[in-house]
């Protein structure tokens, strides 16, 4: 399979091209739902509007850093600071320095209301900056449509508890896959969440249709590789029905009966199930629930699904890969 072009990521923390921006992930790979305060942010053009000469002064004085956070933010909907910090100050001689430079950074660019950050942390109120969560804010929003044109305007949202989690979720996984990538010397060649991943398609009774993975993942065993594996994610935390992941699965099997990515690409990507839940013992059974009914049904292609726990999705993946 052919890598795709993507935009850059910023800073790297691993060796990867990764063409994907994006968020980091929590020690454990697993994601604290916030618990404090009203899920809400600042509609993005309440208070004083930024004139069209501001809007040019703050554009002209942000650094291709300021702009590469600014890009992952909108690529990924919310980050937290550690998210940030994993993604584009990897690069300092230590981690308090880092942290120290983001944080700055990132106060920063508040400031100037190219991000803003929601009421609520994860991780509750002690968690303090680190557990802020930011969102593109109203200039920053302007900046990019300047950038883009045709983009269409930020819709002030207010977003619920269950998006966000899922939301830093998938952030949390594709940091992990980074720095995985980094420990086994192996490359991720494009790492896309959300819409950047979807796969628009027509099907076989000629119905327009939309693929929605999580994430969609290449890997290459050493930077410059062509041989790459893909893979499309789907990260799940306990929330939806059973029969709602199996109807999930059918729209990959539909997607794979058109062919459509096997003539882009060569082949078709292998389909993981990372999934968490609020009880270990919950995640599990619905882990072994999901498993046994993909195994038992020939409508689904063996050997293309694996089912693992979220927080060890990412070493799952890398297994077999560079010098890890």
């Not at 065993?221 to 994610?233: Q, R």
């Not at 990515?261 to 292998?270: H, I, L, M, N, V």
Request: glycine share 8%; with cysteine.
């Amino acid at each position: 399979m052919n890598a795709k072009d993507a935009p850059p990521l910023g800073p790297p923390i691993a060796s990867a091209r990764a063409a994907a921006s994006a968020p980091v992930s929590a020690g454990t790979g697993r994601t604290v739902a916030p618990n404090i305060g009203p899920l809400t942010h600042p509609a993005p053009h309440t208070g004083k509007r930024t004139s069209h000469r501001r809007l040019r002064d703050i554009a002209a004085q942000l650094s291709s850093r300021d702009l590469a956070v600014l890009t992952s933010v909108e690529r990924y909907r919310f980050l937290t600071t550690a998210h940030l910090q994993a993604f584009h100050f990897g690069g300092h001689q230590s981690a308090d320095t880092a942290a120290r430079t983001c944080r700055l950074v990132l106060s920063r660019l508040r400031d100037l209301r190219v991000l803003g950050v929601l009421n609520r942390r994860i991780g509750g109120i002690h968690s303090g900056s680190e557990g802020m969560v930011y969102y593109v804010d109203a200039v920053g929003d302007r900046i990019l449509r300047e950038r883009h044109p045709g983009r269409p305007r930020k819709r002030s949202e207010e977003p619920s508890a269950r998006f966000v989690d899922h939301t830093l979720a998938i952030a949390n996984l594709a940091v992990d896959l980074l720095r995985e990538a980094h420990d086994h010397g192996a490359e991720i060649v494009r790492l896309a969440p959300e819409h950047e991943a979807w796969r628009r398609y027509t099907d076989l009774l000629g119905a327009p249709q939309t693929l929605k993975p999580d994430l969609y993942v290449e890997l290459a065993e050493h930077y410059g590789d062509s041989d790459v594996d893909a893979f499309f994610v789907e990260v799940d935390l306990g929330q939806e029905s059973l029969p709602t992941l199996l109807g999930k699965c059918d729209a990959y099997e539909a997607y794979r009966a058109t062919g459509a990515e096997q003539r882009t690409y060569g082949s078709f990507p292998g389909i993981v199930w990372a999934m968490d839940a609020s009880r270990e013992q919950t995640a599990e059974r619905r882990r072994e629930n999901l498993t046994r009914d993909i195994d038992g049904s020939p409508k689904y292609s063996p050997g293309t699904y694996t089912v693992a726990p979220l927080h060890e999705t990412a070493a799952r993946l890398m297994e077999g890969y560079g010098d890890g």
